[in-house]
């Protein structure tokens, strides 16, 4: 399939090329256009960064390539990413990471056959005070999660509900 | 020592003030008046030289984990020249265990913004970016929105209130990679390339951004500026600890009953903070151990605490940093076998692989632990751990290969106990 950006994309990625004294700098930003747009950054829509940006596809690959948030490879409708790092490992983490798998029936990496869940182990999203945590596609967070919480996510997630933000309060912000 | 009066502190980065996030919310309790007073108080602030004087005098430590004394670092800019020099406000925020800066930008972003002006016109920078990492979303969008309503107030942009001073203030989103919070890593990737740490010197206040004067500060560094313009530099450093002074975002996350960030003055007791700001520990367990500032920062036992407050001087007693303030809690059931493995994944994940030592080390110290937490290590494995973790230390370009031996040297060295009794018994024992 080819892929092609559409004028608001375009619009977009001229935009932030304003921002920057040279056109590589919009590497990162026009990838996150790219994946916003087709869901993912596969070789092909790399080239079309590469192309639109008038860049070496080679250096879009090697960027695309060193970022974890860019989907080299399609992923399910839903991306989990289950934070199993320090604080979350402290505080179940990867209970949380069992249990969903137990739940998709999928390993964590994989993607259900229905092409609704992708299930992620991710290094740390600075959430440690709200472990265990996991991120939506790149977006929310859910925080303080347990197994009946991740249940409830996945029942409104199946139903195209995504969560909204989640805000924690500060706790105490003046100690007495 | 005199210890500190946490008690009566009142918060100035994230105040307790509904609403604060909003510009004008900010304006009512006193925002931006440090910014318009820089610019326009001649007699107070004569130029540039005036602003950067007080704030190196108030010795604000940079706080995302060096400490080094902003003031200072900014004045190793070269003097204008007219052309393009840059602030780059590190809001990358990824060190295992931190989670700061994000209440910055959710709370009170224009503190922040305010703290980035003040810094920008006292270098004379054209053009500020904040980093922030791709993770936090929701907080870019909160800060372009900030951003936006600081231009539409006119404190963003050209000839600001009225003065010859002009400035642009972007968001630059990251998309992944801890490494990116290391100042030169970051650098690389605004200018839109694999994050690869520089080689320094030169130094970015020589060459950051595309070749010009560029200095990068953490977000709550920067935050703690209107104050110190506001109150005066003396003000600020008579708040906490002498060497290491000023309030802290402390993140205390792991097994308390209330984790959570919050603001007091530097230098609490981390007893006090563990037993009575975040409410003591989980379930009544005993306290184990505490990894003070960021999993980098060297693991402390609960025996070793007694005492110990969060500066550089005290911490230093018992071998360990404050890093970021971000602490992590451990209680008695903590397996610190699995922690350290953890960790050590961790590193040897975010690694760049640029520098041979880093690259290999982190994958062979995961290797060697996951060996020892599985129980199919032997007691000298433990020991080629620290051979490793010396082969590391200083024999790469950034600080990611410290970062990875530091935990693993200390960790093993404060619990070997522990780790010995997970390896098998060596073949060859002869006692």
């Not at chain 1, 609704?116 to 991120?135: D, I, R, S």
Request: glycine share 10%; charged share 25%; proline share 5%.
């Amino acid at each position: 399939m080819a892929y092609e950006f559409t004028k608001e994309d375009l619009k977009e990625i001229e935009s932030i090329k304003a921002k920057y004294p040279d056109v590589k700098a919009a590497t990162l930003p026009a990838l996150w256009v790219a994946q916003n747009r087709f869901g993912h950054v596969e070789p092909e829509v790399q080239r079309l960064v590469a192309k639109t940006l008038e860049l070496p596809e080679a250096h879009v690959h090697g960027v695309a390539t060193f970022y974890t948030q860019y989907y080299k490879e399609k992923k399910g409708k839903y991306v989990l990413d289950v934070c199993t790092c320090l604080s979350c490992q402290l505080c179940g983490g990867y209970d949380i990471v069992e249990h969903i798998e137990n739940r998709l029936g999928i390993k964590a990496g994989e993607t259900t056959e229905d092409g609704m869940f992708t299930l992620t182990e991710v290094e740390c999203l600075g959430a440690c005070g709200y472990a265990p945590m996991l991120q939506v596609t790149n977006d929310q967070y859910v925080n303080n999660l347990t197994p009946e919480k991740v249940d409830e996510l996945l029942e409104k997630l199946k139903k195209g509900e995504e969560p909204e933000y989640d805000q924690i309060g500060m706790p105490l912000r003046k100690v007495k | 020592m005199s210890s500190v009066d946490w008690k009566n502190y009142k918060p100035t980065l994230i105040p307790d003030i509904d609403g604060l996030e909003k510009i004008d919310v900010y304006e009512k309790n006193g925002g931006y008046k440090a910014f318009k007073s820089v610019l326009t108080e001649n007699d107070k602030w004569p130029d540039e030289k005036s602003v950067i004087d007080e704030v190196k005098a108030a010795n604000i430590r940079g706080r995302g984990g060096a400490g080094f004394n902003a003031g200072l670092k900014w004045s190793f800019m070269p003097p204008a020249d007219g052309k393009p020099r840059y602030l780059a406000c590190n809001g990358d925020e990824s060190e295992p265990g931190t989670f700061k800066d994000r209440k910055i930008f959710e709370y009170n972003p224009h503190v922040f913004i305010e703290g980035a002006l003040i810094a920008a016109y006292a270098m004379q920078v054209t053009t500020i970016y904040v980093y922030i990492r791709g993770e936090y979303l929701v907080y870019v969008k909160m800060m372009e929105k900030a951003i936006q309503d600081a231009y539409d107030k006119g404190y963003i942009g050209k000839n600001i209130l009225g003065s010859d001073y002009s400035v642009d203030f972007y968001v630059h989103m990251g998309a992944g990679a801890y490494i990116c919070g290391e100042e030169t890593s970051m650098l690389e990737s605004l200018e839109g390339k694999r994050g690869y740490p520089r080689v320094k010197p030169p130094f970015p206040a020589q060459k950051g951004l595309w070749g010009r004067p560029t200095t990068i500060n953490n977000i709550e560094t920067l935050a703690h500026v209107p104050s110190v313009i506001n109150n005066g530099a003396d003000w600020f450093s008579s708040i906490g600890a002498e060497n290491h002074p000023g309030p802290f975002l402390y993140g205390i996350s792991g097994h308390v009953n209330r984790p959570g960030v919050y603001e007091l003055p530097s230098g609490v007791p981390v007893l006090d903070l563990i037993h009575e700001v975040a409410g003591g520990m989980r379930n009544d367990k005993k306290l184990k151990a505490v990894i003070p500032g960021g999993s980098s920062t060297p693991v402390v036992r609960a025996d070793q605490l007694e005492g110990i407050t969060m500066d550089s001087d005290s911490l230093r007693s018992v071998g360990t940093m404050v890093g970021t303030a971000g602490m992590v809690i451990m209680d008695e059931d903590t397996d610190m076998v699995d922690m350290l493995w953890r960790i050590a994944h961790f590193y040897h994940h975010e690694s760049c692989g640029q520098c041979t030592p880093c690259r290999e080390g982190t994958g062979w110290l995961e290797k060697v632990l996951l060996k020892i937490k599985n129980g199919e290590g032997e007691v000298k494995d433990l020991d080629l751990l620290l051979d490793v973790t010396t082969q590391m230390e200083g024999r790469t370009i950034c600080a990611l290969a410290d970062a990875a031996a530091w935990p693993v040297r200390h960790t093993i060295n404060r619990f070997r106990d522990e780790f010995e009794a997970r390896c098998k018994k060596s073949v060859h024992a002869v006692a």
